[in-house]
């Protein structure tokens, strides 16, 4: 630490006054009755102020809340998680799918998990020569109110032709449909409650399983600094399960606060030089990938991440699942 002065200019207070005095929050948040607080670690959240609430309620399997904003345009949470934003869904979606789709020589079909704002299926539905688009949702009303509140993300891809929308539990759906896809996508809430079954080796070797040869996943794989934990396993459980074949991408996500990693994982080799020349032909034919570019893909792992994934190296499965919230549930939504 330098050494500072002793001296100060007159007329000025010293520094550490300035430091110690409370920061005043804009009227138009200390005064709010609606916004919503999540709270990312016990003494670590963001506070989001709506303009407008243009829905909340209860879908029978958990809270639903749809805010207008003027940072992020509208937004939704599902039991006090932030899911997704107008500003930077695209950039969400477009890792998340077009990475694993562009990975693929020919892909005719798609199997997603999840993805009930529709922004995954607007990514798949991009590509021509997909024929089959399969959207496995177990939260109708998650459906029905991204279409009448979120419209802009799914942009009309819910009335695309090619799409089989089944409103079902996506593990017992690909448990009983030995059908295989081209890719699948794993579009889900963190692993936490039911959904942490899906983050299970046995689930990805099932998703391995469903694959044609040279499919490919796609899956989103938390933080390494604020959720090491979660980090370090979800990484060494599709590792179990599918080897060395992983690609990652970090992603700077504006309406959660921080970069999100993406991965592609599969049991076959990956082929960088197939993403890039894929992607360009797609730029070519006019396909919109304005928040994706095949180069992320190439930063090598710093030492903070490798250690954070050799410290963290469980691996979850069915008989002990990891639970991202196990420990949390007083702050995570926002309750202390």
């Given at each position: ?124 539905a991009k ?135 993406y991965r592609i994982v ?71």
């Open positions: 630490m330098r050494a500072t002065s002793r001296r100060r200019r007159k007329g000025r207070s010293p520094l550490r006054g300035k430091m110690t005095e409370p920061i005043a929050l804009p009227p138009s948040i200390s005064k709010s009755k609606q916004g919503q607080t999540e709270f990312v670690t016990s003494d670590f959240g963001h506070v989001y102020v709506p303009s407008r609430v243009l829905y909340k309620g209860s879908t029978g399997l958990q809270e639903i809340e749809v805010y207008e904003t003027d940072t992020f345009g509208r937004i939704m949470f599902l039991d006090g998680k932030i899911q997704v934003s107008y500003l930077d869904e695209e950039r969400y979606h477009q890792y998340l799918v077009q990475g694993p789709l562009l990975a693929c020589e020919n892909p005719k079909s798609i199997y997603i998990i999840g993805g009930g704002d529709g922004g995954a299926i607007e990514e798949a590509h021509p020569g997909i024929e089959r688009i399969v959207m496995a949702e177990i939260d109708q009303v998650v459906i029905d109110k991204s279409k009448e509140y979120l419209p802009e993300i799914s942009r009309g891809a819910f009335d695309d032709k090619r799409l089989d929308l089944r409103c079902v539990d996506a593990l017992k759906d690909l448990q009983e449909d030995k059908n295989r896809y081209d890719v699948i996508i794993v579009d889900l809430t963190e692993p936490h409650g039911p959904s942490k079954m899906l983050y299970t080796k046995e689930f990805y070797q099932l998703l391995a399983s469903r694959l044609t040869e040279g499919g490919m996943v796609g899956v989103h794989t938390d933080n390494f600094d604020l959720f090491p934990e979660s980090y370090g396993t979800i990484y060494n459980t599709l590792k179990s399960a599918f080897g060395a074949n992983i690609l990652t991408a970090h992603v700077g996500m504006p309406c959660f606060g921080m970069a999100w990693s599969s049991p076959y080799r990956i082929n960088f030089e197939r993403i890039e020349k894929n992607f360009r032909a797609a730029v070519q034919r006019g396909m919109q990938l304005d928040y994706f570019h095949p180069s992320t893909y190439l930063a090598q792992p710093t030492a903070r991440e490798r250690a954070v994934i050799e410290k963290f190296n469980r691996v979850s499965t069915n008989a002990s699942p990891y639970d991202k919230f196990e420990q949390a549930a007083t702050y995570i939504t926002g309750k202390i």
